[in-house]
Nanobody, 121 residues
Framework: QLQLVESGGGLVQAGGSLRLSCAASGFTFSNYAMSWARQAPGKGLEFVAG????????YYDSSVEGRFTISRDNAKNTLYLQMNSLRPEDTALYHCAKEPASDYVGNYDYWGQGTQVTVSS
């Protein structure tokens, strides 16, 4: 059974940092690209960052480029998102998402329950 379990969210002041983690199980993690997506209150799911299965390529939404870093550890079946210089508009429920292929992002076919990130001004 495929599972994606996010952790690391919380309440932080503007300018602060958080590191999100996603523990994956039930599929061959190293075969698939992975992404982070977020959903703010009253809005749809928004792509944040993606990474190819072997980590050779990463992609970011322009709103987080230069502040967030996506990475993965295939030996640990874990996806990460390092978030620096956080802003109030980054407040959202952050989901770890599995992609249907090894080298394409933004077309996720499964995502976890999410971890809440709240940035105060």
């Amino acid at each position: 059974q495929l599972q994606l379990v996010e952790s690391g969210g919380g309440l932080v002041q503007a300018g602060g940092s958080l590191r999100l983690s996603c523990a994956a199980s039930g599929f061959t993690f190293s075969n698939y690209a992975m992404s982070w997506a977020r959903q703010a209150p009253g809005k749809g799911l928004e792509f944040v960052a993606g990474i190819y299965s072997d980590g050779r390529a990463t992609y970011y939404d322009s709103s987080v480029e230069g502040r967030f870093t996506i990475s993965r550890d295939n030996a640990k079946n874990t996806l990460y998102l390092q978030m620096n210089s956080l802003r109030p508009e980054d407040t959202a429920l952050y989901h770890c998402a599995k992609e249907p292929a090894s080298d394409y992002v933004g077309n996720y076919d499964y995502w976890g329950q999410g971890t809440q990130v709240t940035v105060s001004s």
